[in-house]
């Protein structure tokens, strides 16, 4: 069985008791002011295992399988069975952790503030698949477009909508995690940006 899908299975395994047990979700959410008042740090990966709804649910683990798949056998393939299984973890994890410092900071003090969801982590995949493979095909509101036309319209919008702040979607997660999927496979590996530039070039 793939990481991916196995983290799938948990993911929504874990989701669907919170949907019925309110105390799991208060106790394992993202809530800044418990994060670095009162260091509850484990909150920063188990609200990636949270989801406000089937349809949240839902839409991150379509998202994680379509593109986790690719990604874990592209890893396997440039740094071997055992090495490219750890960085795919490391890559989703640490995208999770990554994409949530942001919040955490500017809301530190803030009681209320909590986030949940995968958001962040999948960004992160989405964006390693972006990197790896710029010319194929996304469709964005089921309008086809190359991976790196929609990685920059995703950016643009997260940060866009981040700044405005007028709904409960974690932007701030979403352009951070993507940030973080983009920057750390060249970390692991830099020839691959060269080979990203390269890609593109041949393209056009």
Request: proline fraction near 2%; glycine fraction near 6%.
């Amino acid at each position: 069985m793939s990481i991916t899908l196995i983290i799938v299975i948990a993911t929504a395994i874990f989701s669907y008791m919170g949907f019925t047990r309110s105390e799991l979700v208060y106790k394992y959410i993202l809530n800044a002011y418990q994060v670095v008042h009162r260091k509850e740090y484990y909150r920063i990966i188990t609200h990636g295992f949270l989801h406000s709804d089937w349809m949240h649910l839902g839409f991150n683990m379509l998202a994680l399988y379509s593109f986790g798949i690719q990604i874990e056998s592209d890893f396997i393939y440039l740094f071997g069975q055992k090495e490219g299984i750890i960085n795919f973890l490391l890559l989703y994890f640490l995208g999770m952790i990554f994409s949530s410092i942001y919040s955490i900071a500017k809301n530190k003090d803030n009681h209320s503030y909590n986030a949940l969801g995968a958001s962040g982590a999948v960004s992160a995949i989405v964006f390693a698949s972006i990197l790896l493979h710029p010319t194929s095909e996304i469709a964005f509101f089921f309008i086809p477009m190359p991976s790196i036309l929609f990685g920059v319209i995703y950016l643009v919008l997260s940060a866009y909508m981040s700044k405005k702040g007028r709904d409960n979607i974690g932007h701030d997660a979403h352009f951070w995690g993507s940030v973080f999927g983009f920057i750390f496979p060249i970390v692991l590996k830099p020839e691959l940006f060269q080979r990203f530039i390269n890609i593109i070039q041949q393209s056009l």
